[in-house]
């Protein structure tokens, strides 16, 4: 869609472009609002920096924020065999039991064990589309261990092992649902000062948990044509419903079917909560940004470092 309204027959191919290594960040900014906005308009295109984004909008304009919080999802360890493997997990089932990728010179066998950071034996139950189907040792929940044990999972261009530092700026700063792998990185760009200077100018605020995955652009060419029904796909974009709290069965070969859940609440600022959409993977075109908003008017101001 067209910031105009009209349609677009795009394909993803459009989107690819050779970008060198050395333009890419490996630190952020000192400042999060310190970052770079680019404002699109009816037929005007003009540089800013995100800190004049108060500027932009007007009171009684709406901001929706994405308040998932990253967790420590990735884990190393090795396979029964020696093998060193890699853990990154995608989804959490229950207290117990997560969806992950497993990154092993070979795959790992639904029964078998991989012995992960932190002396756990984690069990594999199976394999669910491209993720694996994983069983935590009890004592803890999954989130527990992750945050005893687990590294936060920086995107692959970043080279560095992640430090404290990481730690705290990979994060919103109104983060407060555990759950992502990955964080809405235009989100990363609200400091307080910032939103302190949005609510002064009398905008106002919402919130909504959307859990970003790890998921990546497909491998097939896709139009981002909205009548393409090859557009988002059901297991590129569908949550995956919590599975019951119950024991870890080491019987088990195969994993539950991925089913729909229920569309998240937004809870705004005022009294008033209405449901959207689920969506907790745009892969397509990393849709990973808060969602710009206006009561009254169709207004969007966007950005991205």
Known sequence: ????????????????????????A?????????????????GTIADHHFSELPDMLSPGDLL????????KARLFGKKETGGRIEVLIE?????????????????????GTLDLAGGLEVRVLGRVGEFYHLCFPDG???????????????PPYITHAPDAADE???????????GAVAAPTAGLHFDEPLL????????EFAYVTLHVGAGTVPPKPISLSRRDSSSASSTDSSPISTC????????????????????????PSRSATASIPTATRCSLIKCRDEIYGSRHRRRRASGDA
């Open 1 to 24: 869609m067209h910031y105009n309204g009209a349609a677009m027959n795009l394909s993803i191919d459009d989107f690819e472009y050779e970008l060198p290594s050395r333009l890419i």
């Open 26 to 42: 490996q630190h952020p900014s000192q400042a999060r609002s310190a970052s770079r906005l680019l404002r699109v308009g009816a």
């Open 64 to 71: 929706v924020f994405n308040d998932t919080k990253v967790i």
């Open 91 to 111: 989804r959490l089932l229950s207290e117990r039991e997560a969806l992950a990728q497993v990154h092993a010179g070979r795959p790992a066998k639904p029964g």
């Open 140 to 154: 803890a929940t999954v989130l527990e261990l992750l945050e005893r044990h687990g590294s936060v999972p920086l």
């Open 168 to 178: 705290r700026r990979y994060q919103t700063v109104y983060a407060r649902s555990p």
């Open 196 to 203: 302190a200077a949005l609510a002064q100018r009398g905008v």
């Open 244 to 267: 019951p709290d119950r024991p870890c069965s080491s019987s088990s070969r195969h994993s539950p079917g991925l089913k729909r859940s229920a569309a998240p609440t937004v809870t």
